[in-house]
C-alpha cells in the first residue's frame, strides 16, 4: 500500500481516494457538511477537480460539490 | 424583510412570550383539523403528492415575517401543508426556519424521500423521527431506483424506522392508492435511545419531544421561545445520526453493479474542465433560441406590438377618449417595397369635449383610418387622463408591459430554469462557474440570478434571496443593477448594434465586461466579510417530468407577477406624475449639457437616458431616430446600459436592500454610467 499522507481536500486529484480526517472551523458549516455525509472517518472519491479548485467529490453514491475555499479547510487522508 | 439577520427575524416573528403552540406557524395555520405537514429534500417531487392531497384549491401564501411562500390545501381528512424543500431542520436559513416552525405545530407528517438518493435524505428522515412526531415515509422515484439497479428492503426500512414506508412513483401516481391508509397508521418512529432519554429529561421544560431536539440542537430561537439555554449538542447528534443513515444504508439497500447510464455520463461532461464549456454553448444557444429568439421576438411581438399596442391600448384610450378633451393623432401605416415599415399619412383630429360629443369628425377620422393599418397617439388635455390612460400611464402603457411584453418573458424564463432545475443541470452548471464568480466575491449558486437578469433585472433582484449571506445579495444586486440589460433593452441594443457594425459591437461587449468583472472585483475587495462556499449536492441527471417543469414554472411567475405587479403601477404612476409637472422635462434639460459636452451626443439622447427610468428599452428606443455614428451609439448604449434600471426594479431594490443601500446603487449607477459613458467617448469619439 502507498504511503498515506494528510491534505486538504483542495489538492486531491481526479480519481484520489480519501478519508475525511477533520471539518471545517465554522459550526454551522460543519453542520452543513454532516447532513450531507462529509463526516470524519468518510470515504471519499475525488470525482472531477476543475480549473480553479471548485472539487466535486462522491461519498457512497452521493456528489457533492465542494469551493475551493472550503475544500482548503476539509483534511483528508490520501490512499 | 430579506436583509434582516436571523436575530432580527425572532423579533419580528410573534411568538416571544408564549409558552407552547406560541409560534408564527400558530397563527399561520388552520385549527381543528389534524394538519398533515409534506416534509422533503429539494425535488424529491413533493408537490405532487400535494397535488394528489390536496385536489384544485390550493392557498398559497408568504409565511409570517419572511418570503417564503407556503402552500395550504384541504383534505376531506387533514388540512395539508407543504413546506420548503430542506436538508435538515434547523434554522441555517429562512427556508428552514419557516420549515421548521410549520413541522413544530403539525400533527402528523409525510416524509418524502427520494429513493435513488437516500444517502442525503434519510437524514432528514431521522431527524423527524427523533422530533418524536407521528409520520410516514414515502420511497418516491422507485421506477429510477429500479433501473439504476438499486434494491431497497422496504419492510426493513419500515421495521427499523418504526414508521410505515410506503414505495412510489409519484409521475404514475403508483402506490398512491394505499396513501390514505398509511396515513391512518402513521406512528411514532423509533429514535436512538440514549437521545431518547436526554430529550425527555428537557421534556417537561419545553412542551415537546420536537422542540426539546431543537434546543439540544442549539436552535437559539427555539430556546427562547421556552426561556432555556439552547443546547450545544447539536454536533455530536449529527454525526451519530449520519452515522445510523449509514449503518441503515447498509443493511436495507443493495446495489448490483451497473454499467455507466447514459445520466451520469452527461453528469460528468456537464462539470468536465473541457467538454463543460461545449456543453455550457450547447445549452445557452438552446436558451438564446428559445427565450431570446421565439419568446423575446415571436411572442412579444403578437402579444406587445399586436394585442398591446394595435388592440388593448387604442381601446382603453378610445374608452376614455369618449369624455375627455383629447387630439388623436392618426399615423397611416404600411410597407416598402423592402418590406420595412414606413408612414403613409398622419392627421391631426381635436377633440374638446371627447369624441361622443362630435361624431361628425369622429366619422371622418374613422374613413381617414380606413383600410390598412394605423398608429393612433392619444394627447389627453386632463393630466388625470395622462397619468393613468397616458403614454406611461397606470392602465394602459403598464398593463401592456406587464401582461404583454414581462409576462412572456418571465413565463419562458422559468420554464427554461425549472427545466434546467430538475434536469440536475442547474447545480453542475453553477459547480462550473463557481470559481468565476468567486472572484466576484459570489459562488456558483449566483449564476441563477445572474442568468435571470437577462430576462427580467426587477425578477433577478428578486431571487437574489437564494444566496447564502447579505454580502453576496449586495454583489449580486448591485451588478444585476449596473451591468445587466434586460431582455427588453438588449433586443434595442442588438438591433442597434447591428446597424453600427462589428468594432462598434466589440468596443461596447468590451467595456461592459470591463466594468462587470470590476464591479464584482472592486466590491468584493472592499466589502467586509466573507462570501459563503459552494456546498452543493448534485443530484442525478434525469429527464424532467412535464407536469412537474409546468407547475414550477406557473407557481415561480404567479409569484413574481403578484410581488413585482404593485412596484410596477407606482413606478408608472411616479413617472407620469413627474411628466405632468414639468419634471421630467427639466430633468432632461439639467441633463442635456452633460450630453453634448462630455458624452458628445446629440442634447436630444438626454431624452431617452430619462425615457429609460419607465422602462430600460424605452432608452434605447429612443436612439434609433438620431442619426448617430457608430462610436456615438458605443457611447450612448454604454451609458444606457450601465446606468438605471426602470423604475420598477429600483423600487424592487429599495425593498430589497433597503432605502439607504438602494439609493446609494441608484445614484452610484448615474455616476458610474456618465463616468465611463464620458471616458469612453474621451477616447473613441
Known sequence: MPSSASVPLVKLRKGDHGVILTLPKQAELRSQCIRLGICVAAQVRCSQRLPGGTIIIEIGRQEIAIGKALAGEIEVNVE | MNNLTPDEITEILPHRGHRHHGTGAAAFLEQGKTRLVLVGNPNVGKSMFFNYLTGLYVDV??????????????????????????????????????????????????????????????????????????????????????????????????????????????????????????????????????????????????????????????DSIIAERHGVPPGDEREQIYVERRNRVNRLLDKVVTATEQKHSISATLGRYATSPWLGFPFLAVILYALYLFVGTFIAGDVVDLTEGTIGNRMFEPWVKDHVAAWTATDIVVEKVGEDAAGEEITLATRTFNFPEGTDANPALLQQMDSFRDGGTNNLRYNFSSPWAVIFFGEFGAFSMTVTYLLFLLLPLVLGFYLSLSLLEDSGYLPRLATFVDRALTMLGLNGRAIIPLILGFGCVTMATITTRLLGTDREKRIATTILQFAIPCSAQLAVIAALLATAGTGATLVYVAVILTVFITIGTVLDKTLPGTSSPLLLDLPPMRLPRARNVLQKTWVKTLAFMKEAT????????????????????????????????????????????????????FGAAGLYEMALTPMQVVVALTTITLFVPCIASLMVMLKERGTREGLVIWIGSWILAFGVGGLVALVVI
Open chain 2, 566 to 617: 404593485p412596484w410596477f403601477f407606482i413606478g408608472a404612476l411616479a413617472v407620469s406624475i413627474l411628466q405632468v409637472t414639468g419634471l421630467l422635462q427639466q430633468w432632461v434639460d439639467i441633463l442635456a449639457p452633460i450630453t453634448t459636452g462630455w458624452l458628445k451626443l446629440p442634447a436630444e439622447a438626454s431624452q431617452a437616458f430619462v425615457m429609460g427610468l419607465v422602462r430600460r428599452d
Open chain 2, 61 to 218: 401564501s408568504n409565511f409570517p415575517g419572511t418570503t417564503v411562500e407556503v402552500s395550504h390545501g384541504d383534505h376531506p381528512k387533514y388540512a395539508v401543508y407543504d413546506t420548503p424543500g430542506i436538508y435538515g431542520v434547523s434554522s441555517f436559513n429562512d427556508e428552514e426556519r419557516v420549515a421548521r416552525d410549520i413541522i413544530l405545530e403539525g400533527d402528523l407528517i409525510l416524509n418524502v424521500v427520494d429513493a435513488v438518493h437516500l444517502e442525503r435524505d434519510l437524514f432528514l428522515t431521522l431527524q423527524l423521527i427523533d422530533m418524536g412526531k407521528k409520520m410516514i415515509v414515502c420511497l418516491n422515484m422507485m421506477d429510477e431506483a429500479k433501473s439504476r439497479g438499486l434494491a431497497i428492503n422496504v419492510q426493513e426500512l419500515s421495521a427499523r424506522l418504526g414508521v410505515p414506508v410506503l414505495p412510489t412513483t409519484a409521475i404514475h401516481k403508483t402506490g398512491f392508492d394505499r396513501m390514505e391508509e398509511q396515513l391512518a397508521q402513521a406512528c411514532v418512529g423509533n429514535s436512538e435511545s440514549s437521545l431518547h432519554r436526554r430529550l425527555h429529561e428537557l421534556l417537561n421544560r419545553v412542551g415537546s419531544q420536537a422542540e426539546a431536539l431543537m434546543v439540544l440542537e442549539g
